[in-house]
């Protein structure tokens, strides 16, 4: 967008060849009506009234005298009309004849849609220009913008030219690969509105700068104009239909949401209306299609009071990015009704409005996918933090009896399960009270959980019971947790011990964790019964039975 930009600040007088603009005046066909006769008469022509206000048809347009001075060329905008034919007036009287049709304007047609045609070289020099045009729809002009300039200077402005479309076009088809690439990785509604969006763009811009009949020389002019008010109409529509899409449902609900469909079809009817019926009709079709892109400018401030009611996240993307849009459409429209003249930078400052919101909606998207991120985080650490709350025990913080089961069985290899009780937990309670003993719990659970292995699994699994599972090749070495049992600091220096019982085996099934747990728990009563305080195995009972 800067470079477009500076393409536009540094060449302010593109259009205009570097030669004078000639202003023309008008007079509607009739039949007997010759050049000649036309050049010697020039007050038939009308010079007072805006060339709009003639009407669709036939038409003779004559030029202002040419100023002095030594030009080769001659530049005007394009426009829809059938058959133009263009008279030379030279100083000595004598008349050349050049012209082409809508088929065959794309053998003159330059950069920015403008029609370039060559001034023949004469012994003297051209001093007036008349042109005959037929069918013409006279939506924007009969003939628009006429300069006369030199081919060197025509050089220049399509290098300038082929800059500024180069970059606005390469920039939205950046954007649309970059996007395309996220709705195959995000699947995001929004992101599929915004590509078609920018198709749309990329389309009308191939098309607005004659680009698309460099491509395609062949095209009929009429048939590209035609699909210029087509690709425009579904670019505005797309906006609101991508906006609609990227903002929070509240934001268009009610009759907003009914408004914004009604712009949106108003928006493709009348722009295909135009392109299917021109010339019919041809200035209240184009009347038609201004009046719901006015529609549009008026739905805009109303979906962003609404965006602002309902505080929604994306106001201000919109608010920025429809900023310029919304001033050069303005002009646009001011120009269309006929409240201010045309200019070749405000004929082109729809696509460039147009690139700068989809860049800045580009921008936009962004900003949604972080938030989405962000809340896709937050998600997941709320589902992290209620799992872990719906498998931790409440009071130690380590695993409980249905976590603990749900992790331990199905492993592969043997597993040594190690079960260990707090000694006379009843006496602990009488003597400092249940919120004492709770506080025993805590601290003999994370003494336990410092002592084991860190892949270990450890479990309250009852009211003073405790569990711990890990693989049998790493193993635990029961004495050393033990003494680290024994050392733990318990509240009120109180001295408490603790009895384990373990055992060793296989844990795939559920069966073999109660197989495992009976033998674990007979240990453990038998280090009960040999006076707490100590540990016991179950393969060792075995051998001692």
Not at 164 to 193: D, E, H, K, M, T
Not at 214 to 229: E, F, G, K, V, Y
Not at 312 to 321: E, K, M, P, T
Not at 412 to 441: C, M, S, W, Y
Request: glycine content about 8%; proline content about 4%; some cysteine.
């Amino acid at each position: 967008m800067a470079a477009c930009l500076a393409l536009v600040l540094s060449a302010p007088a593109a259009a205009s060849l570097g030669g004078p603009k000639l202003n023309v005046c008008i007079a509607r066909a009739e039949r007997g009506m010759a050049a000649p006769a036309l050049f010697a008469r020039p007050d038939r022509f009308d010079c007072a009234h805006d060339q709009r206000s003639f009407g669709s048809g036939d038409f003779w347009v004559l030029s202002q005298p040419i100023p002095p001075g030594r030009f080769d060329v001659i530049r005007m905008s394009s426009v829809f009309q059938d058959r133009v034919t263009l008279h030379i007036l030279y100083a000595d009287g004598t008349i050349r004849t050049l012209g082409f049709t809508s088929a065959t304007t794309g053998r003159y047609l330059k950069m920015g849609a403008a029609i370039q045609l060559p001034i023949p070289r004469a012994s003297t020099p051209p001093v007036r220009l008349l042109w005959h045009v037929e069918g013409a729809g006279n939506q924007r002009g009969i003939v628009l913008g006429p300069v006369v300039g030199t081919h060197r200077r025509d050089d220049q402005v399509e290098l300038m030219l082929a800059g500024f479309y180069g970059v606005l076009i390469g920039g939205i088809a950046a954007l649309l690969i970059y996007n395309l690439a996220l709705v195959a990785a995000l699947r995001q509604g929004f992101q599929i509105s915004y590509c078609l969006l920018l198709g749309c763009i990329i389309g009308y811009a191939l098309s607005t700068s004659g680009i698309l009949t460099q491509i395609m020389p062949a095209i009929d002019n009429n048939s590209r104009l035609r699909l210029n008010w087509v690709l425009l109409g579904g670019s505005a529509a797309m906006v609101l239909v991508f906006a609609r899409s990227f903002f929070e449902r509240r934001v268009f609900a009610g009759w907003l949401g009914h408004a914004a469909n009604g712009v949106i079809a108003a928006l493709f009817l009348s722009s295909w209306t135009a392109a299917l019926l021109s010339p019919w009709h041809a200035i209240a079709l184009d009347r038609a299609m201004t009046c719901s892109f006015v529609a549009l400018m008026l739905l805009v401030p109303a979906v962003l009071v609404r965006a602002w009611r309902v505080r929604s996240d994306y106001l201000w993307v919109f608010a920025i990015a429809w900023g310029a849009p919304i001033v050069f459409a303005g002009m646009r429209i001011a120009q269309a009704m006929g409240l201010i003249g045309w200019h070749f930078w405000l004929d082109q400052s729809t696509i460039l409005s147009m690139a700068v919101e989809a860049l800045l909606s580009g921008i936009g998207i962004a900003y949604r996918l972080r938030l989405l991120q962000h809340q896709r985080d937050e998600a997941r650490e709320r589902e992290m933090l209620a799992r872990a709350l719906a498998d931790a025990d409440p009071l130690t913080g380590l695993l409980n009896r249905r976590a603990f089961l749900h992790r331990a069985i199905g492993r592969q290899r043997p597993q040594l399960l190690v079960l260990a009780d707090l000694d006379h937990f009843k006496v602990i309670n009488e003597t400092i009270g249940h919120d004492g003993g709770d506080e025993v719990l805590r601290s003999f659970a994370r003494t336990l959980a410092d002592a084991v292995p860190e892949d270990a699994l450890v479990a309250r699994i009852g009211g003073e019971e405790f569990a711990v599972v890990v693989d049998a090749a790493t193993g635990l070495d029961v004495d050393a947790l033990l003494h680290a049992l024994r050392g733990a600091r318990m509240p009120f220096d109180m001295m408490v011990t603790t009895s384990i019982g373990s055992c060793t085996g296989p844990l795939l099934r559920e069966t073999d964790w109660k197989d495992l747990y009976r033998q674990a728990d007979r240990a453990l009563y038998a280090a009960k019964a040999a006076g707490r305080d100590r540990a016991r195995d179950a393969a060792s009972l075995s051998m001692a039975a």
